[in-house]
């Protein structure tokens, strides 16, 4: 449904170079890197915001038309939420909501209004200029006036940085809702690959202008290509064991460890309670850190197998 055709972008330098990606309907896909790495520019294009340097975006076999050739940038269907938050500054959080849905009769209008207003926790701020909101505020509206919108795809923009664990469920659960009822597709950038693992159908991984990988949340998550790479969704341990480096997450454990395990001798230094869990934490012989999630406190553990999952 929409597609990216060999994008590249520079200015002076090259910031994208050669990318090509396909989001089909009702789908979910996730952009994960360091910051620098190109992937709000990237995010401007698909939405028509910036004119690339070479390539185009195309969605249901129509160009969607840059800043340069079109008064009014990018495609109705396609709807972006980024830093800019591009709300209504002088109008108050329920105008913002409203305006994209005055075409609803009224009751259907107020009813979705208090729904985003509920989902996005605004009802302190409704009657409050857009301009005097705090940050993580205006996020929250632009979300709500983008969901507003009903596009067919939103492109969101590191959108859980401002929110807290709860809200970002509760949003988590909206937009996998959107994807069910209204085949909605979302496009999703972040710095933080664990923000968007629970989410994606698919992640792409960027690094400097560069798609480097793409995969299932799974495969990103157990079999990363790089320390580097596996930082990006979570801690990794990295080990020496004899002449070789053994790279594990912290739930790839055993206690009762066979033969076919990799054993590793630990001296534990302490507990960390996180509420569902624990966190574990040990020392090799060779002074390395190593962290394991569990139930119960292991304080008493001083060996372990390595075990990894498929
Ligand atoms: P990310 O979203 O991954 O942090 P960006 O797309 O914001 O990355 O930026 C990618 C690179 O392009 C950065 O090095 C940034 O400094 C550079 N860049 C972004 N916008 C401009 C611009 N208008 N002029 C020059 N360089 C830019």
């Given amino acids: 449904m929409l597609e990216v055709r060999n994008i590249s972008l520079n200015y002076g330098r090259e910031v994208l170079k050669d990318i090509s990606l396909q989001l089909k309907q009702g789908e979910i896909i996730s952009i994960v890197g360091k910051s620098g790495s190109g992937k709000t520019s990237l995010l401007k294009i698909m939405a028509g915001n910036l004119e690339p340097t070479s390539g185009d975006v195309w969605f249901g076999g129509v160009k969607v038309k840059g800043p340069i050739t079109k008064l009014i940038p990018g495609h109705p269907e396609v709807c972006l939420v980024n830093q800019d938050f591009q709300l209504d500054k002088y109008h108050t959080t329920e105008e913002n909501i409203k305006n994209p849905i005055l075409y609803l009769p009224e009751k259907e209008r107020n009813i979705f209004l208090e729904e985003l207003i509920d989902l996005l926790e605004l009802g302190s701020v409704r009657n409050q200029q857009a301009i005097s909101l705090s940050g993580g505020e205006q996020q929250r509206l632009a979300i709500a006036r983008v969901i507003a919108m009903e596009p067919k795809v939103i492109l969101l923009d590191e959108p859980f940085s401002h929110l807290d664990g709860l809200l970002r469920k509760k949003l988590i659960n909206y937009f996998l809702e959107l994807r069910r009822i209204r085949k909605t597709s979302l496009v999703l950038v972040s710095h933080d690959g664990t923000e968007v693992l629970g989410l994606s159908d698919r992640i792409y991984s960027m690094k400097n202008?560069?798609?480097?990988?793409?995969?299932?949340?799974?495969?990103?998550?157990?079999?990363?290509?790089?320390?580097?790479?596996?930082?990006?969704?979570?801690?990794?341990?990295?080990?020496?064991?004899?002449?070789?480096?053994?790279?594990?997450?912290?739930?790839?454990?055993?206690?009762?460890?066979?033969?076919?395990?990799?054993?590793?001798?630990?001296?534990?230094?302490?507990?960390?309670?996180?509420?569902?869990?624990?966190?574990?934490?040990?020392?090799?012989?060779?002074?390395?850190?190593?962290?394991l999630f569990s139930f119960n406190s292991l304080e008493n553990v001083t060996t372990i197998g390595v075990e990894h999952k498929n």
């Avoid at 979570?234 to 053994?246: A, T």
Wanted: hydrophobic fraction near 30%.
């Fill in 209 to 291: 202008g560069v798609i480097t990988r793409k995969g299932n949340p799974h495969k990103f998550y157990y079999k990363p290509k790089s320390l580097e790479d596996a930082r990006l969704f979570g801690p990794m341990n990295s080990i020496r064991v004899g002449d070789k480096r053994v790279f594990f997450r912290p739930d790839e454990f055993t206690l009762d460890p066979q033969d076919r395990h990799t054993t590793v001798d630990l001296k534990y230094l302490y507990s960390s309670f996180t509420g569902p869990v624990y966190e574990n934490f040990f020392q090799t012989i060779h002074g390395e850190l190593v962290v």
